[in-house]
């Protein structure tokens, strides 16, 4: 059993579809009404329907006032960590600190190089990778930048403005190089869909992450650790994902948060988002937070 002890969190994935945007806009302002914390878009510039993830988020914060938003996740070999940076420091300067960076390393080299970016192989993603949170670390703290490293040079990046509050940087990935990468060198690990990284398969992975913290001088209890979590509430059957009434949704969070160390939960619903996201956030959300709670208490 395994519980990094973080406090439990929940956010909800937006569709980034262009045609939806009115509907994305409605789900926004009531998921910041509803106590949720996080607000995920995820970041597929070769979806030709799909919205800019940063132009999206940055829209849909003056929709907003409380809620914070995710980036699940931001592709870097498309988006340069000096410049990501910049693009996160400003967000959480206008937002009020309302902004956590998930990055990844692209979802392949077809696709990054189809956009116009370099064809880089699995190695070199993974250089390109950690060094680029080593350069985004530097830069959101508004350090002078310098690094002369195999897949980036920057000679003298003066990072700023400061963000009001740290912004977190959480590493999408699921194999082993780059897992380990997320132990030396993120704040947190954010999990695939569920279908793709399904519960049995997390252990194994979660040690990868903390033999890699820990070889790295770090506590792994310090690394978050997200979960996206694709399903329906309320169907008794069929579907993608986790499906069924609102007590297995809380005896599964619940059990994958106090047992596989999940902190964050982000809800990407597959059927009618807006009641969906009440279900979820006025029945499965405060039921799993005194779940855990309470097991905690009992541990």
């Known amino acids: 059993m395994t519980d990094y002890q973080h406090p439990i969190e929940f956010g909800l994935s937006l569709d980034p579809t262009a045609d939806r945007i009115g509907e994305t806009r409605h789900l926004a302002r009531a998921a910041d009404d509803s106590g949720l914390e996080y607000l995920a878009v995820q970041d597929h510039v070769y979806q030709p329907g799909h919205l800019d993830a940063l132009t999206m988020i940055t829209h849909l914060a003056t929709q907003t006032e409380r809620i914070s938003f995710l980036t699940d996740v931001a592709d870097l070999q498309l988006r340069p960590p000096a410049m ?7 967000l959480s300067v206008l937002t009020g600190g309302r902004v956590a960076l998930g990055v990844g390393g692209g979802p392949s080299a077809d696709a990054v190089a189809a956009v116009g970016g370099p064809r880089r ?6 250089t390109y990778t950690a060094e ?26 003066q990072g700023g403005p400061v963000p ?16 380990r990468v997320a132990g030396r060198h993120a704040d947190g690990w ?15 992975r979660q040690r990868i992450i903390d033999d890699a913290a820990r070889a790295a001088g770090r506590a792994p209890a310090d690394i978050r650790r997200i979960y996206n979590v694709i399903g329906a509430i309320g169907p008794q059957g069929g579907g993608t994902g986790l ?14 948060a106090v047992d596989l160390g999940f902190d964050t939960f982000i809800f ?20 799993v937070r005194e779940h855990v709670r309470e097991i905690r208490e009992q541990r």
Do not use: C
Request: a neutral charge.
């Open 164 to 179: 009001p509050r740290p912004v977190p940087l959480w590493l999408g990935g699921q194999r082993p190089r780059m897992l």
């Open 84 to 90: 990501l940076a910049k693009a996160g420091a400003s």
């Open 243 to 256: 499906v069924g009434d609102v007590q297995l949704w809380v005896d599964t969070l619940t059990h994958w």
């Open 121 to 126: 192989g699995g190695a070199e993603t993974i």
């Open 132 to 157: 680029g949170l080593q350069i985004m670390r530097r830069a959101l703290a508004g350090e002078t930048v310098r690094h002369l490293g195999e897949q980036h040079t920057v000679e003298g990046y």
């Open 268 to 287: 990407w619903p597959i059927m009618s988002p807006r009641a969906q996201l009440r279900a979820f956030a006025d029945r499965v959300v405060p039921a």
């Open 190 to 204: 954010i999990s695939p869909l569920n279908i793709y990284v399904p519960p049995d398969e997390v252990p194994a």
